[in-house]
């Protein structure tokens, strides 16, 4: 079983719709989890964390963290075409520990 | 001002060939890492420094061979290069932060190495 799972879409939804990412992982001991975004041929961009079980929100985005379902998730509302990117999810347990990057899911916003 | 900086942008060498990739970080950051991304968009870790000490070390072959002079810059010397190698290699580095929770990486801009 891959450490980090994403699906690798790509994902299209028009625009102005809710875009939802999901991402699972394998080891119950992570307590960080973050939510990067990759425009092709640039590097990755923070644009979510969260540590603590529930719903976090930040503008368009809001990432849901369910612990006991090893599940994190990206929900972008009123989806944009300069949101097509690849979303990648990241996971890590301790702070020197090495944090997991899943495979990313590529979304595309269709004007 | 960039915050994490890589050198160089693009790198076209030859098998056989050794290079080198330079990464500073003007952010104040204790944690300097190195990451392969490589064709299918995989990011892998393979080196994390925190204040010149190596914390972690991947399964790296040992052609592979980081150094940090300093908490704000972490290099990446290649030996003897080889077709596989080719891939974006990408430095980041973190805040150390005080407690269990990690406050996400600040990437670099990558070095785009082709071995021919």
């Known amino acids: 079983q891959k450490e980090v799972e994403q699906n690798s879409g790509p994902l299209s939804v028009p625009e102005g719709a809710i875009a939802s990412l999901n991402c699972t992982y394998s080891d119950r001991g992570s307590q960080s989890f973050f939510w990067y975004r990759q425009y092709s041929g640039k590097s990755p961009e923070l644009i979510m964390s969260i540590y603590s079980n529930g719903d976090k929100e930040d503008g368009r985005f809001t990432a849901q963290l369910n612990k006991a379902s090893q599940y994190v998730s990206l929900l972008i509302r009123d989806s944009q075409p300069s949101d097509s990117a690849t979303y990648l999810c990241a996971v890590g347990k301790t702070s020197y520990d090495k944090v997991i990057f899943g495979p990313g899911t590529s979304l595309s916003v269709i004007p | 001002d960039t915050a994490v900086s890589q050198t160089p942008k693009y790198l076209v060498t030859q098998m056989g060939n050794d290079k080198s990739i330079k990464c500073e970080q003007n952010?104040?950051?204790?944690?300097m890492y190195w990451y392969k991304q490589d064709s299918k968009k995989f990011l892998k870790i393979m080196f994390s420094y925190n204040n010149k000490e190596l914390i972690i070390n991947e399964t790296v072959p040992n052609r592979f061979s980081p150094k940090s002079p300093d908490k704000a810059h972490l290099n990446l010397h290649i030996n003897s290069l080889e077709l596989g190698d080719s891939a974006v290699y990408f430095c980041a580095s973190t805040a150390n932060p005080s407690g269990l929770y990690d406050y996400g990486y600040t990437f670099g801009s990558g070095t785009r190495l082709t071995v021919v």
């Open positions: 952010l104040g950051h204790d944690t």
